[in-house]
């Protein structure tokens, strides 16, 4: 139903909360969790990392999120391996100038992976994370 769907959404660009936003690619295989401002025509790669994109052809199968966190399944091409992740959205670079600041090590500080599934499962149960991949 298209009433339901935004405009960001329409053009591939998925909110997940906190400036954080799936990225759908051309192709399935080139979705990425990035942060980005205001209209996210360009950000900083958070899951996978440009070099994990690149070198591994990882991407993003599935993420959803709540008010806290983001939790993602990546799958690395190469080799068909499944990663897991969590990503604290208890940060906040809005007003940081990331040209003087590294603003990729303060997000990557609150992301946790790649992880196994039963590293994520326990992860998730420790940190009594109480989402689900649909």
Known sequence: MLSTISCREMWGDHPLGNH?????????????IVYCEGNCHGGIYVVPIRERQTNDGEYVEEATSNKKWVIAKTRKKRDNMENYWIISKDFNIENVDCSKVN?????????????SLREFENKKKALNIGLDFK
């Open 103 to 115: 603003c990729d090590s303060i997000l990557q500080s609150h992301v946790t992976g790649p992880l």
């Open 20 to 32: 954080l936003s799936l990225w759908d690619g051309d192709k399935s295989d080139e979705n990425v």
